[in-house]
């Protein structure tokens, strides 16, 4: 995490940790089962000579894919400052991926349609997510909140294997492959939350947020070939979960939780400070599965 975002985020939170609450917190833990994976792409100028330079502008293209998945242990604490305004925060680690593998494919369409480069490598990491929202009761059963949400992983790329190389297949392990991108989107955000009880210790509760403009940052360096380079661009991100909370018999305010949550951050366009004629065109990260863990209040 940015030195930046960590020193907000931590002033915040002391923040939020020393508000006197004007009636019960709520504490909610969980594990949650994520799947999903992170994708880029930047456009680069062809490479084929006999073709004029502005005819061949992004037909270079150069795409990464990273698998995703792990179990996220997860936070929601909620401090009311009044009968309708609360604070929340919600958060999650994932101390280290499954781990998997990646690809990195590259075409230059100047010269032809099929693979240019074509490799892949395992991969792991870690990934964090936090949001900070001021929530307001619309009705009994209806929350509207703005805040601002981060989230930020990183990979590390080892056992590197390139199967098609200039075209032509390969063979060619690359065994001291040890590259890392990290990739983070951060930005304010507005959503909703609702409660339907569906019986007297049942209930089910959803919330969905949306930020339509957040900054989205890269940073990777290839140790293979010696490159440290960087991403700028704006996207959007998507929050969505939904959960059954079953209410503890002979715990008063207590509640076991079962939900699915799914989360969808991409960029609209960004840049690549190497170079003015690299465009980064895609990026998008997508994770969803269920969570489970329990209610307190106190």
């Given at each position: 995490m940015p030195k930046r975002i960590s020193l907000v985020f931590t002033l915040l939170l002391a923040t939020v940790m020393l508000i006197r609450p004007a009636s019960?917190?709520?504490?909610?833990?969980?594990?949650?089962?994520?799947?999903?994976?992170?994708?880029?792409?930047?456009?680069?100028?062809?490479?084929?000579?006999?073709?004029?330079?502005?005819?061949?502008?992004?037909?270079?293209?150069?795409?990464?894919?990273?698998?995703?998945?792990?179990?996220?242990?997860?936070?929601?604490?909620?401090?009311?400052?009044?009968?309708?305004h609360k604070i929340s925060l919600d958060a999650g680690t994932l101390g280290a991926f499954s781990s998997a593998t990646?690809?990195?494919?590259?075409w230059d369409y100047s010269r032809s349609k099929e693979l240019w480069h074509y490799g892949t490598f395992q991969t792991d990491g870690t990934s964090t997510f936090i949001n900070l929202d001021f929530k307001h009761m619309l009705a009994n059963n209806t929350e509207f909140f703005y805040g601002y949400g981060?989230?930020?992983?990183?990979?590390v790329m080892?056992?590197?294997?390139?199967?098609?190389?200039?075209?032509?297949?390969?063979?060619?392990?690359?065994?001291?492959?040890?590259?890392?991108?990290?990739?983070?989107?951060?930005?304010?955000?507005?959503?909703?939350t609702g409660t339907k009880q569906l019986a007297p210790k049942l209930a089910l509760v959803g919330s969905f947020s949306y930020s339509?403009?957040?900054?989205?940052?890269?940073?990777?360096?290839?140790?293979?070939?010696?490159?440290?380079?960087?991403?700028?661009?704006?996207?959007?991100?998507l929050d969505g979960k939904i959960a059954l909370h079953y209410a503890i018999a002979?715990?008063?305010?207590?509640a076991l939780i079962?939900?699915?949550?799914?989360?969808?951050?991409?960029?609209?366009?960004?840049?690549?400070?190497?170079?003015?004629?690299?465009?980064?065109?895609?990026a998008t990260k997508l994770q969803?599965?269920?969570?489970?863990?329990g209610e307190f209040s106190f």
């Open positions: 019960a917190s709520t504490l909610a833990l969980s594990n949650w089962h994520a799947n999903g994976s992170q994708m880029w792409r930047i456009n680069f100028p062809g490479y084929n000579n006999a073709m004029p330079a502005n005819q061949k502008t992004d037909l270079g293209v150069s795409e990464l894919t990273y698998p995703q998945s792990g179990t996220y242990a997860s936070v929601t604490y909620d401090i009311p400052l009044s009968s309708s990646g690809t990195d494919s590259d981060y989230s930020n992983s990183q990979y080892t056992q590197g294997y390139y199967s098609v190389l200039d075209y032509a297949a390969v063979d060619l392990p690359l065994p001291t492959l040890h590259s890392t991108y990290s990739i983070a989107y951060h930005g304010p955000h507005v959503g909703l339509p403009l957040v900054l989205v940052q890269g940073h990777g360096i290839w140790n293979l070939r010696n490159l440290d380079f960087r991403h700028f661009g704006t996207g959007q991100m002979g715990r008063r305010d207590n079962l939900g699915y949550r799914y989360q969808y951050y991409s960029l609209y366009t960004g840049s690549e400070n190497t170079s003015n004629q690299i465009t980064w065109t895609k969803h599965g269920w969570y489970m863990g």
